[in-house]
């Protein structure tokens, strides 16, 4: 079993930057591929970022260039930087953990945060 929550959400200037944070516990946080989803408003939950125990990382289309994601298996905690913000980022992130084949499926990940609120301002 994984616990995860995330922290670092809040409300930022379009352009603005954002550093979220989800601190994991119980099993070995370093063995799960990590991800970032959000979800906004009446819309489904969709990819935003994901790094493998091995550091390999792959980005939705619509965060490449302006996002990063990171961790740091010490700290049992994963990292997404978020520069360049638009108003159309603002959702809830989640942070999720699994053995993912498909990085971008969220059914592919096993344990889930309750998500953290970005809120971009035009």
């Known amino acids: 079993q994984v616990q995860l929550v995330e922290s670092g959400g809040g409300l930022v200037q379009a352009g603005g930057s954002l550093r979220v944070s989800c601190a994991g516990s119980?099993?070995?946080?370093?063995?799960?591929?990590m991800a970032w989803f959000r979800q906004a408003p009446g819309k489904e939950r969709e990819f935003v970022a994901a790094?493998?125990?091995?550091?390999?990382?792959d980005y939705a289309d619509s965060v490449k260039g302006r996002c990063t994601i990171s961790r740091d298996n010490n700290k049992n905690t994963v990292y997404l930087q978020m520069n360049s913000l638009k108003p159309e980022d603002t959702a809830i992130y989640y942070c999720?953990?699994?053995?993912?084949?498909?990085?971008?499926?969220?059914?592919?990940?096993?344990?889930w945060g309750q998500g953290t609120q970005v809120t971009v301002s035009s």
């Open positions: 999720a953990a699994g053995a993912p084949i498909y990085f971008r499926v969220t059914t592919q990940y096993d344990y």
């Open positions: 119980g099993r070995i946080f370093s063995d799960y591929t």
């Open positions: 790094i493998t125990r091995n550091g390999i990382t």
